[in-house]
């Protein structure tokens, strides 16, 4: 899997994490508070002046009577007990009659602001009111104005601020030094001991972890001490199939014989002779033993004949140049029963410095050849076979079982038309659709041996398919061999349920929990139509899967496709967090993967092509999942060469097919490849996607293709009443 170099946040502890999360929280719940503060502040000057408001209205009045009979005394007299508050600043009353104040009060130099036209003014600091002084008949006779500190309130907000401050800072300090603390003991500790362990393991040793709690972390210690063990039973099953291999080559056949300069068979030769070469060999030419099932073609067989031509002929001094000119290695009657691998040493036998003979040492190597490729494909399955367990366990078991499942229908159905008698274009078409997408499925998630088995049952359907199409005589016994490869199917499937029962730590419990789980959520389910409409849209939104989990696997997949064309791509994923609606994971799952494998073999050039366009020589392949207002898009393209619809049309011409350009991609049987592989060529793949996506009422297009790239678009045609990325 590949391994992305960590951000900032990447390289930082998971207390660490945790409590820069709970700093953020404390902060945010701090700005609120001081935003509440800011309200309350705001709320109690409003109420200040509403009450400073009435009592001036009320000395207005008491003060209308002195004013208008010009008795300042009173006035004053009035206004004594005001200036003994501490927070009054100023205070001025005014006669209309005369130019200077009748009395007037201020502390410090504080100029008040000039309120002419206002009734009140406040600012941070202070409160400024103003109210005209009128008689009884209405008639104004003066004005009073008066200010007051707001200095003691805000040093009592203030101070609450600060205590609110320290309160959030200590608080929040204890609590980060605890997170960090208790999370390196729980956490960061027992997984260091399993990343040491996980080393060890790579290096060969078996070791195991001591579970000191039965939490998540326990758990996983578990987990891991069995995957350790799984792996070192199998490294041990392996180590003795080597020591067997070793033994066998230990004992390979091998032929020695000596020819003179008549390059006949002389002397004394090993009694294996005649099983390595396949018969007697003395007195033979020793061109006709050893050039005898090597085709002319071979550069091996002009070597020999180059070689014995001279052999005797040049100085022994240059014998070590003359062995240039031997062949090490044979390779006689390939591809019959006969075959065999001969490995060729050839030493000069001497007399008084002259060359008198030469002996050959022929060992046969077929066998220990054959072994050899035995055992690199056991390592490859085995290699595999990990790999697929891993990525099994990696993605979720519920991604096999789902695969399983589908798997399982696919396959009853593909039983159900070979049941039904005869056969025909929509019969056939629909068989290699059910059997390639089962394969495909299996390919994705390392399922060799499963894929192997139906892409044997391709081969037999692909013939009847094309007999069918040309009116012709469809090959016999095809329902014969389909059944066998359908069993050999089954039997891998059952397989690698057991490699997976193998490497969980609940062993067949796994499958019986998510079993368990998907009875209880169909259940749900069902209960849909009863239900009203808001808890329909719960229900469908806790049955949705992410769409990540849709596409797990492809980025190893795309390596492994492109490795195996001769070409280098990689996988970009967008969107993997949007829900997708639990009866539609299927379809959509083989859908994109199926895009993906065709922009693969059909759409990214080989490097040395990519080059020449100026491309980069890795290829990219970007899948997409998007939201419109319910209506969800997934766009699978890539950047290689575009489709080519020359090429389509002329096979669909060949094949007497009339189809639109924009139904060319999509044609049952129809395919730009000469021939199929492991990828394409047999005109199933799209044909597949089109049907899985109309059966759950979606629909796919060509939307662009050109020598920058093509674009498949996949959208729904009903719109989700739920939002697949809420």
Not at 112 to 120: E, H, Q, R, T, V
Not at 191 to 213: F, H, I, K, P, Y
């Amino acid at each position: 899997m590949s391994h992305r170099p960590p951000g900032v946040l990447g390289r930082w502890s998971v207390g660490t994490k945790l409590a820069l999360a709970l700093a953020l929280v404390l902060v945010g719940a701090a700005f609120g508070v001081f935003e509440l503060l800011d309200h309350e502040r705001e709320r109690l000057f409003e109420q200040r002046e509403r009450t400073e408001a009435q009592a001036l209205q009320q000395l207005a009045i008491a003060l209308a009577a002195p004013l208008e009979f010009d008795d300042d005394v009173a006035v004053e007299e009035t206004l004594a007990p005001l200036a003994e508050l501490p927070e009054l600043v100023h205070l001025m009353v005014r006669d209309s009659d005369r130019d200077e104040p009748v009395a007037r009060f201020g502390r410090g130099e504080l100029s008040p602001p000039d309120l002419i036209g206002a009734s009140s003014l406040r600012d941070r600091e202070h409160l400024w009111l103003s109210t005209p002084i009128v008689d009884e008949r209405g008639t104004a006779v003066g004005s009073l104005e008066i200010g007051f500190s707001l200095a003691q309130i805000e040093q009592e907000l203030s101070r609450q601020r600060e205590l609110i401050v320290l309160a959030c800072a200590g608080f929040g300090a204890f609590v980060l030094l605890g997170l960090v603390a208790s999370t390196r003991v729980m956490v960061l500790l027992p997984l260091g001991r399993l990343t040491r362990a996980a080393d060890a393991v790579g290096r060969g040793d078996l070791v195991a972890v001591v579970a000191e709690s039965t939490d998540e972390v326990g758990q996983l210690a578990v987990a891991f001490n069995r995957m350790a063990q799984a792996i070192q039973e199998r490294e041990q099953r392996l180590a003795r199939a080597h020591y067997e291999v070793g033994r066998l080559l230990d004992g390979m056949r091998q032929s020695i014989f000596t020819f003179g300069p008549d390059l006949r068979v002389v002397g004394r030769y090993s009694r294996a002779s005649a099983q390595v070469f396949g018969r007697e060999i003395e007195a033979l030419d020793a061109r006709d033993v050893l050039m005898t099932g090597v085709p002319e073609s071979a550069p091996e067989y002009h070597a020999i004949e180059a070689f014995l031509s001279v052999v005797f002929e040049l100085d022994p001094a240059d014998w070590d140049q003359l062995l240039e000119l031997a062949p090490r290695e044979l390779h006689m009657h390939e591809g019959t029963a006969q075959a065999r691998e001969l490995v060729l040493e050839f030493v000069p036998l001497l007399e008084h410095g002259r060359l008198v003979q030469v002996m050959v040492l022929a060992t046969d190597e077929t066998e220990a050849r054959r072994v050899e490729r035995e055992i690199t494909t056991l390592r490859d399955h085995h290699a595999a076979e990990i790999g697929a367990m891993r990525r099994l366990l990696g993605f979720g078991v519920h991604v096999y079982v789902e695969f399983e499942a589908s798997s399982t229908a696919r396959l009853g159905r593909v039983d159900a038309l070979l049941a039904t008698e005869g056969i025909d274009g929509p019969r056939i078409g629909e068989l290699l659709r059910l059997v390639h997408a089962v394969r495909g499925g299996a390919r994705t998630l390392g399922l060799l041996e499963l894929e192997a088995a139906l892409a044997e049952g391709e081969n037999v359907l692909a013939p009847v398919r094309d007999a069918v199409r040309a009116q012709t005589p469809i090959p016999p016994d095809w329902r014969t061999a389909m059944g066998e490869s359908l069993l050999a199917a089954r039997e891998a499937l059952l397989r690698a349920r057991q490699r997976l029962i193998e490497a969980s730590p609940l062993g067949e419990e796994v499958l019986d929990q998510i079993t368990v789980s998907a009875r209880e959520l169909e259940a749900l389910v069902a209960l849909r139509d009863q239900a009203a409409s808001a808890v329909q849209q719960r229900i469908d939104r806790l049955s949705a899967r992410p769409f990540g989990e849709l596409v797990s696997g492809l980025d190893d997949a795309v390596l492994s496709w492109a490795a195996g064309q001769g070409k280098r791509a990689r996988l970009e994923i967008a969107g993997a967090g949007m829900r997708i609606a639990r009866n539609e994971t299927d379809a959509l799952r083989t859908a994109v993967v199926q895009l993906v494998r065709n922009a693969i073999a059909h759409g990214i050039e080989a490097p040395q092509q990519r080059a020449t366009a100026g491309k980069p020589t890795l290829g990219v392949v970007r899948i997409r999942c998007e939201e419109d207002d319910g209506a969800r898009t997934i766009m699978v393209e890539d950047d290689g060469g575009g489709v080519a619809l020359d090429e389509l049309r002329a096979r669909a011409a060949e094949l007497g097919m009339h189809v639109a350009d924009d139904a060319l991609v999509f044609a049952d049987g129809l395919s730009s490849r000469a021939e199929a592989d492991d990828l394409a060529g047999r005109g199933v793949g799209m044909s597949a996607v089109r049907h899985e996506l109309e059966a759950i009422g979606h629909e796919v297009e060509l939307r662009e293709t050109s020598a920058a790239g093509t674009c498949f678009v996949i959208r729904s045609r009903v719109r989700s009443t739920w939002r697949a990325s809420a």
